[in-house]
């Protein structure tokens, strides 16, 4: 159950009406009096390429990838093996299974036209959606985000979601 204000609230006013516990009240007030609800988590450096290349898991599960081609190129982004981003999830989360998902970002800072980013399939992955990224120049969809769910063990599917 996710604790929303209203919630934290109705909390705060069972617990003066039954317990009067003055910690639990305290604490549902310091909750209430501030910004909770707003996640905040550590986001190391994006993944920096400036050609066409095979990604890691690692930087998948980062969340956050920037490309810069340059040399007025198109550039291709093989997606991992589907084995090894298995490996790399079952390693954080080994109650891994289907239907699990995650999301990371791609965005094309070039402001060259020409310089497109192509996500590209491997072996366990089917793709759906648009795969392209144009340069940010063109006035069209520089940033991508992408889910990538488990659908079999070492098979995933990935969505472009925006």
Known sequence: MALTQALAQQMLRNIQAK????????LLRALINTDFLTPVFTQAAPAAKTTSTTLTAAELLGGLLTG?????????????????????????????????????????????????????????WTLVGDMIL?????????????????????????????
């Open 134 to 162: 144009a340069a940010n120049a063109t006035g069209d969809e520089s940033v991508g985000r992408f889910r990538a769910r488990r659908t079999a063990a070492n098979t995933y599917t990935l969505y472009r979601v925006s």
């Open 68 to 124: 810069n081609q340059g040399a007025a190129g198109a550039a291709a982004y093989t997606l991992p093996l589907a084995t090894d981003l298995e490996t790399a999830l079952l390693a954080i989360r080994p109650d891994l299974a289907n239907n699990d998902a995650f999301d990371f970002n791609v965005i094309n800072i070039s402001t060259v036209a020409a310089e497109t980013i192509t996500m590209t399939t491997n072996t366990g």
């Open 19 to 26: 317990t009067g516990s003055r910690d639990l009240v305290d």
